[in-house]
């Protein structure tokens, strides 16, 4: 009877409560039930909010079985897997599987291909929609601007597999890249059959894919910089570059700033789809990957294990890569993305 | 003096700024120009590397030959269906979680947060997920490509953010005239979130339209191959990666089929981007505000 009551009185409260974004700084005489929320029970919360929580079961199952049991699934690193057995393995062997593929020459080539690969997309790929955003923004003609933009953010939504498919018709023996180098007198190259051609088509293909869809961030943040600041800038005699210098960089710094931790993130993860698609045989020697080789090893040649313990050390590398530099970003710049 | 000096600077960087975003433009629509060229022109004019950004030997025979083969037409259906089904499920998880998670004091709320936003910078990595769908019966069915990405923690993130704008007021209303949470979000916050759930709507259809290495990893029959799947088979000749060692030139799929494959792929979302690009912007900025 006494939890009817309880049930009764507090459920309005905690229906208009929560779902008020401002919480905290409402005056408690707006909510009469607000002032019990810090030293809420579970129980409490889970009767007044059980609706609110059920909503949460479905996706909550998928993160439980499509997330976190592959994390679980890792132990097959270090244990015996056989297929078509247990997802979780047979028995423990330990370290064999690590010990194993730091000691496979080809473990530490692929690992310096995508040391290789990844420098250069960092390189190459982050930078770029800074400057195009600089010169964008600079373009006074507002439909001139709205026309480069969409322009610009097109290759983003193509399927990586049609992406894939441009670049070796582009770079094919009849393709475009190839009449001019027959226009010039030369002799057609067939790149995408040659190791030393593959890192270039790679990182030109991530620019023209990634370039415009990145500068959407830094043209949003350069349309909150004060105008104030140009103006005081101009007083003080500065002239365009030093504006730029002045007050657009450091306008846009916390931007790229997270942007490149979530970059440095991704690092160990380089284009695995794209080289997928891209590389053959032929371009082994530059082109695969921790993730290709990890790929074949596992999926086509069946070493689960094996391929998991690789996997794992890539996901862990990642992951500590991240956290890293959010780090040292907090420490340095006062930005970080948590 | 100064003014006049600074004026011309301005001018010759104004013209110079032109002449480089025309180049990126340019760059950028090239390869989609070239490849309509080549879809329309004839198989020996490709061969002999005479197709550029027009089409030579014009003709739609290609075209006819791609949309008479059942095998393209079957998995493009395929892919229509996949991205229907897939983008309802995830709409609908998502939205669901978002909701609960724009509740700024719901006990527990940062625990929830954390386990989304956890799986951002870890996953269990590709080999135990292998391991988990085969083991789950899920191969060769649309299951593996649309529950392991029913839920993007980007998409779930800027609906959270977008959620947490609304006014309370309304919600509190309702409440207190004894709506329950179910009905609140069907009948007052849904409403009034069109824009973010056009948004939405967009990321996860296209990402599903676009999806390729689910069905690659999970998919073994022909009939079940989504249409992306139908062109990778025919690039993968032609970068050699099925069979290497043998003539080049016998592997190659004729040119105009794989470029007809391609723009057929990509039309429906050409079609689209034009009127729907300003929500894909919206959701970006969305998802940029820290939640």
Partial sequence: MRDQLDDAVAAPGAVSTSSDPRGAHRPSSVRPSGKRYPSRTWRQALR??????????????????????????????????????????????????????????????????TLILGTLTLLFCFPMPIMLALLINEVRHQRLKRFVQSVSYLPHFLSMVVVAGLIVELVSVDGPVNQILRGAGGDPIAFIQQPEWFRTIYVSSEMWQTVGWGTILYLAALTTIDDQLYEAARIDGAGRWRQTWHVTLPGIRPTAVTLLILNIGAFMAVGFEKILLLYNPLTYPTADV?????YRMGVVSNNFSYAAAIGLLEALIGLTLVLSANLISRRAVGTSLW | MVTVDRGRGHRVFQWVNGVILT??????????????????????????????????????????YVVSDPT?????????VYTVVATLIAMF??????????????????????????????????????????????????????????????????????????PAELEEAAAIDGMSTYGILLRIVLPLSKAVIATMLLFYAVAFWNSWFAAFLYMSQTDLF?????????????????????????????ANIKSVTMVLTILPILGIYPFVQRYFITGVMLGAVKG
């Fill in chain 1, 48 to 113: 007044r909010d059980w609706r609110l929580y059920s909503l949460a079961i479905l996706p909550l199952l998928f993160f439980a079985v499509f997330r976190y049991l592959p994390m679980i699934g890792n132990v097959i690193a270090f244990r015996k897997f056989e297929p078509g057995g247990s997802v979780l393995g047979e028995e423990w062997v330990g370290l064999r599987y690590v010990r194993l593929f730091l000691s496979d020459p080809t473990f530490w080539h692929v690992f310096t291909n």
């Fill in chain 1, 290 to 294: 921790i993730s290709t080789y990890l």
């Fill in chain 2, 23 to 64: 180049g990126v433009v340019i760059v950028t629509l090239y390869p989609f120009v070239n490849i309509v060229a080549r879809s329309l022109s004839d198989e020996n004019a490709i061969r002999s590397g005479q197709v550029n950004l027009i089409p030579r030997g014009f003709t739609f025979t290609t075209y006819e």
């Fill in chain 2, 72 to 80: 393209f037409w079957t998995n493009y259906r395929n892919t229509v």
């Fill in chain 2, 93 to 166: 998880l998502t939205t669901c979680y978002a909701y609960v998670l724009s509740k700024k004091d719901l006990k527990g709320r940062t625990f929830l947060i954390g386990i989304a936003v956890f799986t951002m910078f870890f996953s269990g990595g590709l080999i135990p997920n292998y391991v988990l769908i085969t083991s789950l019966g899920m191969k060769d069915a649309i299951w593996a490509i649309v529950l392991p990405n029913a839920v993007n923690v980007f998409n779930l993130l800027i609906m959270k953010t977008f959620f947490e704008g609304l």
């Fill in chain 2, 226 to 254: 989504p249409v992306t799947i139908f062109l990778r088979n025919l690039i993968a000749g032609a970068t050699g990666a099925s069979s290497v060692g043998a003539d080049a030139m016998d592997l190659t799929v004729a």
